[in-house]
């Protein structure tokens, strides 16, 4: 399998790591076209430009992304392209969570190169791939598993308006890094509250920091 149409988007702010993953992806895809990111900023800038991607490889923490709020953002906006976790947290309710948001793998730092490769090599041929010591159907309490399903409604703005609530923005200066108007940042607030079955901002942060979307994903043209 040479890949030589097949294109893979690193996004890892640790220019080392990207380096192992170029490796892991050439064993397996001598010919892929590999591009690097190092932020969600850039990622975001990337994915307007290229037409063609056929795979992301994210991590869960680098510039501009902090937990799942960038996998939240990508799989509403580009809800067909696969969206791969490479993350140095190797929690089990962590991979799991990731998978309920979308992502089509999850793949520990700690794996080796060959590993990665063939983790890689799968999730293009259409299968998933995390580590066979998970248990994917462990059940969370009733609460949780709900909110992580509510917040898979969020559009990639929502994700974006609720990151800034975290942050303790107010709608007015939400809507200036927007560049929305104060309107548009309200309706997004009624809309993120109606989705999360909350009554408050404040219930609306809580929720979110209980599954680890804290930190806003950057924007983009919408």
């Known amino acids: 399998m040479q890949g030589q149409n097949t294109t893979i988007v690193i996004a890892d702010d640790h220019p080392l790591f990207r380096g192992a993953l170029r490796q892991a992806i050439g064993s397996v895809l001598s010919k892929a076209r590999v591009i690097e990111s190092s932020g969600m900023e850039e990622l975001n800038a990337l994915l307007g430009n290229e037409r063609d991607v056929d795979l992301i490889l994210l991590d869960l923490t680098m510039p501009g992304v902090q937990g799942f709020s960038g996998l939240l953002s990508l799989r509403a906006q580009y809800p067909e392209l696969p969206v791969v976790i490479v993350s140095a947290n190797e929690e089990a309710t962590v991979i799991r969570r990731a998978m309920e948001f979308g992502a089509s793998g ?22 998933t791939w995390t580590p ?14 709900d909110l992580v399903r509510r917040l898979g409604t969020l559009t990639p703005q929502q994700v974006r ?39 408050s901002r ?12 804290t930190q806003r994903p950057a924007a983009s043209a919408e």
């Open 106 to 127: 999850f793949i520990p730092k700690s794996v080796d190169v060959d590993h990665i490769g063939g983790a890689i090599e799968a999730i293009l041929a259409g299968d």
């Open 132 to 145: 066979p010591d998970v248990d994917l159907n462990a059940a969370e309490d009733k609460e949780t598993a």
């Open 161 to 199: 308006v609720l990151a800034m609530l975290s942050e303790g923005l107010l709608n007015k200066q939400i809507a200036y890094e927007l560049g929305v108007s104060e309107a548009t940042v309200k309706a997004h607030v009624s809309a993120i509250l109606d989705k999360l079955g909350v009554d």
């Open 202 to 213: 404040t219930q609306a942060v809580i929720a979110a920091s209980k599954i680890g979307v």
